[in-house]
């Protein structure tokens, strides 16, 4: 029986802003907006009082609105969807940004032993966690071999000179583990460009945050539970001038034949992960990278994602399932930075 669970990755949540405990002449400015299939959320410090509000929000949608041209899976005549469209062989040329998070997108593949895989899109459409529909059963062997014969992102597609090229004929990217950070630093950009130098920037769960928040202390962000039905808090942390991004396997799932099955997808296998990781919180120097981070470290679970990050100096949480005496319950690991920063 199907218990499909289609919403958003929104695993945070900001603690108390006090937005009205402002100092004297300061205004906080809060945009809202809808965009890559989910919703943003804006929180700046206004210390001079002399931001136009409705030109800020006009600049932060056409940013976005760029990063959608470049890398949206539902516009057809994106570069990404143009890249997916051409024939083996084929290179197509593609913006200064999207060249950038491809090659963002290689290193944490190449870090992962391939578990952060941007060309894994068939193997989620046939889990049916994608565009295509859900589905209430488990695929066959056969369908899931079908479906990894047009994955594997190191030998799908080439990052070269200002262009992507395509190696494997039915490689299709999609960016929807690192698009969405990458759209909020570049939201960020353009609140610097006004000015602006403590603000929160979030969309659709992933999250910078820059300065102080309006009590003048660090943006104070809260960890959610990884339970399906439970919107707790399992931690709290501050941040100032980092990306955050949280991964978890208890949003998008489906029940079949007594087994659960998440839509997280480990590329080199076929078939949604197996081991006790429920959720992964990243913090680095920026969304793009906190979001991708979050997804590869999930994939690989908590044993080998604990070794990788404090291998890279790589700010990370862990919650994995954990039963104890016959009552279920949650167990975390903190990477050496992770431990370090919210000491």
Known sequence: ???????????????????AACKKGWSVLELTGLTMGTSYSIAAVDHTKDVNKAELQKAVDLALAEVN??????????????????AAGDSVSVSPELEHVMLAAEHVNAATDGRFDVTVGPLIDLWGFGAHGTRADAPSDAQI????????????????????????????VYLSAIGKGFGVDQVARTLKSFGITDYMVEIGGDLYTAGRNPE????????????????????????????MATSGDYRNFFDFDGKRYSHIIDATTGRPVTHNTASVTVMT??????????TALLVLGSERGLEIANQRDLAVLFIDHAVKDGEHGRVSYASDKFTALTA
């Open 216 to 243: 003048g202390k660090a943006w104070q962000i809260g960890i959610e539970t990884p339970e399906a039905f439970d919107r707790g808090v399992a931690k709290v942390v501050g941040i100032s001038d980092m990306g």
């Open 145 to 172: 071999a079908d479906a990894m014969a047009c994955c594997g992102q190191s030998r799908a597609l080439k990052v070269e000179n200002g262009a992507l090229k395509k190696l494997n004929d039915g490689a299709e």
């Open 285 to 294: 120097e920026n969304a793009m990278l906190a979001d991708a981070w979050a």
């Open 69 to 86: 041209t470049q890398m949206s899976n539902w516009d057809a005549s994106s570069e990404i969807s143009r890249f997916n469209a051409a």
């Open 1 to 19: 029986m199907s218990n499909s669970l289609l919403l958003s990755r929104r695993s945070f949540m900001v603690m108390p802003l006090c937005l």
